[in-house]
């Protein structure tokens, strides 16, 4: 089975910038799309970017556009999450997930096609 671990979380303020990182072991990470999605007490789990298995395609939540990035490095099995220009309302619970799928073209914002899930890492963005 499939082990994500996410890091990098952390109290930032407004405007301010995060990378959080996504270590992936135990599967074949070259060959997933990967996911990072968040969630906030008492709200669904959404999706924030994902990422196709050779990182040549990328979707992202609106709210997200401009500001984050996704990327991976698969030689390191490692997912990025660059976010830039933080606002309050990033708060949340950030999880990475990989996708159950190789047989996708492009990446899927949907948390349900997402098979394995890191513990999480919080991100606190203050005003």
């Known amino acids: 089975q499939a082990q994500v671990v996410e890091s990098g979380g952390g109290l930032v303020q407004a405007v301010g910038s995060l990378r959080l990182s996504c270590t992936v072991s135990?599967?074949?990470?070259?060959?997933?799309?990967m996911g990072w999605f968040r969630q906030v007490p008492g709200q669904e789990r959404e999706a924030v970017a994902c990422?196709?298995?050779?990182?040549?395609?990328?979707d992202y939540m609106d709210s997200a556009k401009g500001r984050f990035t996704i990327s991976r490095d698969n030689a390191k099995n490692v997912a990025y999450l660059q976010m830039n220009n933080l606002k309050p309302g990033d708060t949340a619970m950030y999880y990475c997930?990989?996708?159950?799928?190789?047989?996708?073209?492009?990446?899927?914002?949907?948390?349900?096609?997402?098979?394995?899930w890191g513990q999480g890492t919080r991100v606190t963005v203050r005003s």
């Open positions: 997930a990989t996708d159950g799928s190789t047989r996708r073209v492009d990446c899927t914002l949907r948390p349900s096609d997402y098979i394995a």
């Open positions: 135990g599967t074949r990470f070259g060959a997933l799309a």
């Open positions: 990422i196709t298995d050779s990182g040549g395609s990328t």
